[in-house]
């Protein structure tokens, strides 16, 4: 099996998409000063394009720096079409199949509560856009896993129970 599970979460700028997600059929990231990722060459280059948009990272901000860079890497390089989404949100978790490629957005390009989410991917939801299960009813495993705070990361250890659930 190729396909990964990563868990995305629905808060770019601190403010909850979820429903633009699943009305749009998207997942997003924020960071909308870095500008379009589709050609970023590695960690470094992401690196230089958050200094360069976000200058805190050269202060107060520098040991977030390495995170970010990993978030923005997986969301950007490392999620493949015919992968697999984990949104959670209020106790439930929605599920989706990336169907898209990378694309920035530069209408929602900018900070504040009406945009800030310009770096997308296209999603098909299953469930019809309901919420696949409520979290408490998912393997130890997998909440465990989903417990991370990061915005964009994969569930490695607590694949292969979810990928069951998915596959009924």
């Known amino acids: 099996m190729t396909e990964k599970l990563w868990v995305v979460r629905p808060e770019p700028n601190f403010v909850n998409r979820l429903p633009h997600f699943l009305e749009k059929g998207i997942v997003a990231i924020g960071w909308p000063q870095v500008g379009d990722l589709s050609l970023a060459q590695g960690k470094q280059h992401l690196a230089t394009r958050l200094c360069q948009a ?3 990272y050269l202060g ?3 040991d977030d720096l390495a995170m970010d860079v990993g978030v923005l890497d997986r969301f950007v390089n490392q999620i493949k079409r015919g992968d697999f989404v984990l949104i ?6 929605f599920v989706g199949e990336v169907t898209g ?4 957005r530069p209408e929602l390009g900018h900070d504040g509560p009406e945009a800030g989410y310009p ?7 299953l469930k019809d856009k309901k919420p696949f299960l409520p979290i408490r009813s998912l393997p130890l495993g997998v909440r465990r896993a989903i417990d991370c ?13 979810m990928w069951s659930l998915i596959k009924q």
Do not use: E
């Not at 959670?88 to 978790?93: A, I, L, M, R, T």
């Not at 490629?101 to 920035?104: E, G, K, P, Q, R």
């Not at 770096?119 to 939801?125: E, L, Q, Y």
């Not at 990061?150 to 607590?158: K, N, P, Q, R, T």
């Open 119 to 125: 770096h997308w991917r296209t999603v098909r939801f």
């Open 101 to 104: 490629d990378y694309v920035f």
């Open 88 to 93: 959670p949100q209020n106790g439930d978790v």
């Open 54 to 56: 976000y200058v805190h």
């Open 60 to 62: 107060d901000k520098k």
């Open 149 to 161: 705070r990061l915005a964009v990361f994969s569930i490695h250890a607590a694949a292969m129970a």
